[in-house]
């Protein structure tokens, strides 16, 4: 069984800094790709970012490029969401997710899915 734990969420101002953990159970964590998604109130999931199984590629919602840095420590399990310059636009419950094949921007595709963390951006 596979789960996904986040944390790191919370309340910050405009252009501050977060950085979100997604804690991963299970032996094949390093072959997975794996993702951040959001979900504002009232809108659609929306994609935000997605790494490959080492950490050798990344992709970036264009709205969060330059601001956003996905990473993964496999040794620890883990994904992170470094999230810098936040904009009110950006509150949303972030959940990570993890695909067993390379991964994507659709959320259908993936296999496994966190609660989510609440990111709450005030101007």
């Known amino acids: 069984q596979v789960q996904l734990v986040e944390s790191g969420g919370g309340l910050v101002q405009a252009g501050g800094s977060l950085r979100l953990s997604c804690a991963v159970s299970?032996?094949?964590?390093?072959?997975?790709?794996m993702a951040w998604f959001r979900q504002a109130p009232g809108k659609e999931r929306e994609f935000v970012a997605t790494?490959?199984?080492?950490?050798?590629?990344?992709y970036y919602l264009d709205s969060v490029k330059g601001r956003f840095t996905i990473s993964r420590d496999n040794a620890k399990n883990t994904v992170y969401l470094q999230m810098n310059s936040l904009k009110p636009e950006d509150t949303a419950v972030y959940s990570c997710a993890g695909d067993r094949s390379y991964g994507s921007t659709l959320y259908y595709v993936y296999d496994y899915w966190g609660q989510g963390t609440q990111v709450t951006v005030s101007s």
């Open positions: 790494i490959n199984w080492n950490g050798g590629r990344t």
């Open positions: 299970g032996r094949t964590f390093s072959s997975y790709a």
